[in-house]
C-alpha cells in the first residue's frame, strides 16, 4: 500500500506519511559524490542513470514514503530555447526575455523532446522503487519560472517582473500562457512516464497584491490542474503557492488541487480551521526548515505542534520549504524516528 497516495486519496493513518522537499541533496554525502561525476548542475538532471540514482538516495536511507524526481523547475526554460546557466556559488542565469520578439524565439514543440531525459529518469525510479512508495513528478508554475526569466535569475526584489506584469500585460499574459501549454504537456508526460503525483511548485507567489495574485498564481495554476485532470482525473496534485498567508483560502477555494503544502509562516490554527476543516483541503507541512539545522529537541517540539494540530484529518508531514544543506543527517533521522512513534 502506498501510504502517501492513500492520504491524498482521502485515508487517514495513525502517523502520517512523510516526504522533505530537496531531501535529495546536498546534505547527503552520496549526494556530494556522485555530483562529481557531472560537470554542471543540468548536464546532472539531463543524465537519467545519475538522476534516478539520486532521487533513491534519500529512499534507501531513511525510508521515506514519497520520492520526487530529481530535476528542476528551470528545464521548462531550457527546453523552450532560453540560455539557462547554473553558476556555482550565484545560482542560476538566463538569458532575458523582456519582449514579444523573444517569445516568438521559444520552441514550444520542443517540451518532449528536449525533456525526454527526465521521462526515462522516471521509468528508471519506478522500476528501482519498492511498491509501497509513492513516486512524485513536479514542475515550478507559470509565475515562478517567469521570475527567473524576466529578471534573468535570482532576485531578491523582482522589480522588472513585478514592473512587467502591470503594465505590458498583453506581452506578459503570452508569456505565462505559453508556460501554461508547456507546464502541463511536461507533466502529463511525467505521468505516462510512471509519477503517481504531481506537485507544482509557485516558490514566488508571495510577493504578488491580492489581484495581480487571483491573475498571475491562481489562474495559470487552475489552467494546468483542469489540463492534467481532463486527461488523469485520478492522478493527486499538490500545489504550493509559497508565501500566499490568508491567499491560501482563495487557491482552496479556486483550484482543483487535491493537497496544499504550506510554508512555515502559516498559521497552522488558521490552516487547520480554514483549509483543513472549511475546505476539507488535505495538508502538506511545515516545518521550519531552519529548526532542523539546530537543537533537534527544539525542532521535535515543532513537529508534535504540527501533527497535533493536522494529524486527525488526511495529512503529510514536510517541511515549509526545502531542506538546507547544513542539516545534520541524525536530525532528521530523529524527527522520522518521532513521527513513525507519534501517539
Same mark, same amino acid.
Given at each position: 500500500m502506498k501510504k502517501l497516495l492513500e492520504t491524498l486519496k482521502g485515508k487517514n493513518f495513525k502517523t502520517p506519511p512523510i516526504w522533505l522537499m530537496r531531501q535529495a541533496g546536498r546534505y547527503l554525502p552520496e549526494y556530494r559524490e556522485i555530483r562529481k561525476e557531472a560537470s554542471n548542475f543540468l548536464e546532472l538532471c539531463y543524465n537519467p542513470k545519475l538522476a534516478s540514482e539520486i532521487t533513491l538516495q534519500p529512499i534507501r536511507r531513511f525510508g521515506f514514503d514519497g520520492a520526487i524526481i530529481f530535476s528542476d523547475i528551470l528545464v521548462i526554460p531550457d527546453a523552450l530555447g532560453v540560455d539557462v546557466n547554473?553558476?556555482?556559488?550565484?545560482?542560476?542565469?538566463?538569458?532575458?526575455? !523582456?519582449?514579444?520578439?523573444?517569445?516568438?524565439?521559444? +520552441? =514550444?514543440?520542443?517540451? !518532449? +523532446?528536449? !525533456?525526454?531525459?527526465?521521462? =526515462?529518469?522516471?521509468? !528508471?525510479?519506478k522500476d528501482g522503487l519498492d511498491d509501497d512508495k509513492t513516486l512524485i513528478g513536479f514542475s515550478g508554475s507559470p509565475w515562478t519560472i517567469a521570475t527567473y526569466m524576466i529578471e534573468g535569475g535570482s532576485s531578491k526584489k523582482f522589480d522588472d517582473i513585478r514592473r512587467i506584469a502591470i503594465k505590458d500585460k498583453d506581452f506578459f499574459q503570452k508569456l505565462i500562457d505559453i508556460l501554461v501549454n508547456s507546464i502541463s504537456i511536461y507533466l502529463i508526460e511525467q505521468i505516462k512516464s510512471g509519477v503517481d503525483v504531481i506537485k507544482i511548485f509557485d516558490s514566488w507567489a508571495g510577493i504578488l497584491p491580492e489581484s495581480e495574485f487571483k491573475k498571475w498564481v491562481i489562474e495559470p495554476n487552475k489552467k494546468i490542474i483542469q489540463n492534467i485532470k481532463n486527461i488523469y482525473p485520478n492522478v493527486p496534485i499538490i500545489l504550493f503557492t509559497k508565501g500566499a498567508g490568508t491567499m491560501y483560502e482563495e487557491v482552496a477555494v479556486n483550484t482543483d488541487c487535491d493537497a496544499l503544502a504550506i510554508d512555515q509562516c502559516v498559521s497552522k490554527k488558521w490552516a487547520k480551521d480554514i483549509l483543513q476543516n472549511k475546505h476539507n483541503k488535505i495538508i502538506q507541512g511545515n516545518l521550519d526548515n531552519i529548526t532542523l539545522t539546530l537543537d533537534v529537541d527544539y525542532a521535535l517540539n515543532e513537529v508534535k505542534n504540527i501533527l497535533d494540530h493536522f494529524n486527525d484529518k488526511p495529512f503529510i508531514f514536510n517541511l515549509g520549504h526545502g531542506i538546507l544543506p547544513d542539516t545534520p543527517i541524525e536530525n532528521v533521522e530523529k524527527i522520522i524516528n518521532f513521527i513513525k512513534n507519534y501517539q
Open positions: 547554473f553558476v556555482k556559488n550565484i545560482g542560476p542565469q538566463l538569458s532575458k526575455t !523582456l519582449k514579444e520578439s523573444d517569445l516568438i524565439k521559444f +520552441k =514550444e514543440d520542443n517540451i !518532449l +523532446k528536449h !525533456l525526454k531525459p527526465v521521462f =526515462e529518469n522516471i521509468k !528508471l525510479v
